[in-house]
């Protein structure tokens, strides 16, 4: 059964998880053999989470929810460019019923410094990942300033203008209001989510 909850109060749900992770007073809720037991039956998770396949990034953790409570993809770089990827999200939010979508980049984002660096890669498939994070690279060109840095927004940026667009199911869901997509930026230093797109 899809959560009733809003996308706003999806929002807050997280911004506030988040305040308790960096305070050091976390509620580590839904983490009980109850919680294991009532998800086996179904899922429906207020919230998705498009982040980084950075080990030091963990959504559940940094954002302080439990079993259930969000629809995490974690992909290098946080791309939304490939099928599967967009596959889902489609999943999440059309079938699942998630009424939030997050873009979650962060601080100090190897496969940003890899990019940035540039250069061919050993793999194809490495090669791959760099140019669906070129895009990002290009908008800050001759910006002034720390470039990884840069570019780490630019790319959520980049990646919650293309989700808005992505068609049939994500646009059409935005278009109706059943979807609100955000961006949002992790520091590892402080261990803040800062909301930027």
Do not use: W
Request: overall charge negative; glycine content about 10%; hydrophobic content about 45%.
């Amino acid at each position: 059964m899809p959560t009733t909850m809003s996308a706003d109060a999806a929002l807050e749900a997280l911004m506030e998880g988040n305040k308790r992770f960096v305070s050091g007073a976390m509620n580590h809720p839904h983490q009980s053999v109850k919680r294991r037991l009532e998800v086996a039956q179904g899922q429906d998770p207020f919230a998705i989470i498009l982040c980084c396949a950075d080990s030091r990034i963990g959504p559940e953790v940094i954002f302080d929810q439990g079993l259930g409570d969000i629809f995490v993809i974690r992909v290098a770089g946080n791309v939304a460019a490939d099928p599967t990827i967009i596959a889902g999200i489609e999943f999440a939010s059309a079938v699942v019923g998630a009424p939030l979508l997050v873009v979650l980049g962060h601080q100090y984002c190897g496969a940003i410094q890899v990019a940035v660096a540039g250069g061919e890669q050993p793999s194809t498939h490495l090669n791959q990942l760099m140019t669906a994070l070129e895009p990002a690279i290009t908008r800050i060109k001759d910006q002034p300033g720390d470039t990884v840095d840069l570019a780490i927004t630019a790319n959520v940026h980049h990646t919650v203008e293309l989700l808005h667009s992505c068609q049939p199911i994500i646009a059409d869901l935005v278009q109706k209001g059943a979807l609100k997509i955000v961006g949002g930026r992790y520091s590892l230093d402080t261990g803040e989510v800062e909301l930027i797109a």
